[in-house]
């Protein structure tokens, strides 16, 4: 029996996946015994974890959510329309796909930007020129209205969660799992 199981931890392979390239040879009958995902699909907490097929679906979903807010803002003050618009429904709302996968040739991030321009444009009653769009996406201390552009924080967040993390990272990936037999074979994969 293993120090893990003398504690009351045991591995559920029905609750694992093990995360791949296609055409990965896996050989390791306890790693073969898993659900495979292929790494364009792999999402942890609802966010995906490369570029592929589950990011392009993450950033879909989050433009047809703000074509939907942008369509009832209109219903509410400029003023509250505008708050709204800054603190919720813009980029706090994406902030998890920005920081956990490297988004930033997602065609989706310029769809999302341009529902950003339009509903500002609405909510202020005027078409806005690049140059006033470019002004209006500037932080509030900096002249600009706060509604941050996701294209230009997409490698920002994602470079800053990924040094925050790196540390805690090599540390997870150097130090060896003890009481686990199977680690060999998993770290063979890594």
């Known amino acids: 029996m293993n120090a893990d199981q003398d504690i009351g931890l045991n591995l559920n392979i029905f609750k694992c996946e093990l995360v791949c390239n296609p055409g990965c040879l896996i050989t390791d009958p306890v790693l073969a015994g898993l659900r495979q995902v292929p790494a364009t699909e792999a999402e942890h907490l609802g966010a995906p974890l490369f570029p592929g097929l589950a990011q392009d679906s993450a950033w879909s ?32 709302r994406v902030q998890h796909l920005l920081r956990c996968s490297p988004s930033v040739n997602n065609s989706s991030l310029q769809i999302f930007d341009d529902l950003l321009r339009s509903a500002v444009s609405c909510i202020m009653n005027s078409a806005l020129s690049d140059i006033q769009w470019l002004q209006a996406s ?5 002249g600009g209205m706060g509604v941050r552009t996701v294209t230009s924080l997409a490698v920002p967040a994602f470079l800053a ?23 060999q074979s998993i770290k063979h994969y890594m």
């Open 61 to 92: 979903r989050r433009c047809e959510e703000l074509a939907c807010a942008v369509d009832r803002l209109v219903l509410v003050s400029s003023q509250d329309a505008l708050i709204l618009l800054r603190a919720s429904f813009s980029a706090p």
């Open 161 to 183: 969660s990924a040094a925050g993390t790196l540390s805690r990272n090599k540390s997870y990936l150097r130090a060896p799992v003890r009481h686990s037999r199977n680690w």
């Open 138 to 142: 500037l932080p509030i201390k900096e």
